[in-house]
């Protein structure tokens, strides 16, 4: 079964593909604005939850909505964070 399969793979015509010619420094440049948006939008998050956490006025429901809201954004920032060091890393530009 794997024979055949790799013996249809190697008669397969793949020139019509595109090619992409990407390199580290652009994939570093997207992915960098990428993180950036998303840690971005995690404290502007924070900072909004913190406001409806401020203007709650003692409603619990309130603020275990702001609370959780905070610590989403929170653990969301988190992973953006450690997601664009890991992405340095591999790409060696650290």
């Known amino acids: ?14 020139t019509p593909l ?4 990407a390199n580290s420094g652009e994939l570093q440049k997207v992915l960098s604005i990428v ?30 909505q702001a609370k959780n809201a905070i610590i989403y954004a929170a653990v969301g920032l988190a992973v953006s964070i450690g997601a664009f060091a890991i992405v340095n890393f591999v790409i060696g530009g650290i």
């Open 1 to 14: 079964m794997m024979v055949h399969f790799i013996q249809f793979a190697q008669g397969l015509d793949v």
């Open 18 to 21: 595109p090619h992409v010619a």
């Open 35 to 64: 993180f950036t948006v998303t840690g971005s939008i995690a404290l502007l998050i924070i900072t909004l939850a913190g406001f409806r956490y401020i203007t709650s006025q003692g409603n619990p429901q309130s603020i275990s």
